[in-house]
Structures are given as C-alpha cells and as structure tokens.
Nanobody, 120 residues
Framework: QVQLVESGGGLVQAGGSLTLSCAASGRSFSYYIMGWFRQAPGKEREFVATVRWNSGITSYADSVKGRFTISRDIAKNTVYLQMNTLKPEDTAIYYC?????????????WGQGTQVTVSP
C-alpha cells in the first residue's frame, strides 16, 4: 500500500524559508509523477509543483515559480519542496501526491498534509 508522509511544516515570518519533505513507501515510483498541492482555508486544493520520478523534469504554478523548488531523492524515496521568500498567501495545508504518469488525477495517492503558516 502506498504511503506518503509529509513533514517540515510550521510557522515562519514573511520572507522566510521552509523545506517540506514527503517520504514515499509501498512500491516503486518509477514512471510516477510526484507533486505538492496546497489548500488554504475556504479555498479549493491547488497545484503547486510536480516532478517526474525518472527524469526529474519539474513543473510549477506561476504563483510559486522562482521561489519554490521541488526535487526528489531516489535513494531515499523522498520528495522535497524548498520554499523561499514565503508570503502570507502561501499559508495553507500542503499535501504530497503520487500518481502514475499514464493515469489521471483520480488515481493519485495523497498524504495527510502538513500545515504551513506565514505571518506578515
């Protein structure tokens, strides 16, 4: 059974940095797309960034481009989200996801989420 366990959230001042980790287990993630999504209070879950497990090719939402960096450590089966120059509008629960690259969003696995709060 696939398990995704996020960690690294917390409270930080605007302009600060945080690094989120997602420990993935339960299967090989070759040909998977690993991603980070977030959900702010009263809003729908939104895409943040993805990385293809095999190639390392990344994709970012416009709102985080240039500030956030997604990466993966194949040996540790872990995905990271380095977040710099954080803004209050980045406050949200951040979720890790994993889905086969040939499957749709409905086939994604999700972690339990980690809270990120950015104070003004």
């Amino acid at each position: 059974q696939v398990q995704l366990v996020e960690s690294g959230g917390g409270l930080v001042q605007a302009g600060g940095s945080l690094t989120l980790s997602c420990a993935a287990s339960g299967r090989s993630f070759s040909y998977y797309i690993m991603g980070w999504f977030r959900q702010a209070p009263g809003k729908e879950r939104e895409f943040v960034a993805t990385v293809r497990w095999n190639s390392g090719i990344t994709s970012y939402a416009d709102s985080v481009k240039g500030r956030f960096t997604i990466s993966r450590d194949i040996a540790k089966n872990t995905v990271y989200l380095q977040m710099n120059t954080l803004k209050p509008e980045d406050t949200a629960i951040y979720y890790c996801s994993a889905r086969p690259s040939i499957a749709g969003a409905g086939s994604a696995y999700w972690g339990q989420g980690t809270q990120v709060t950015v104070s003004p």
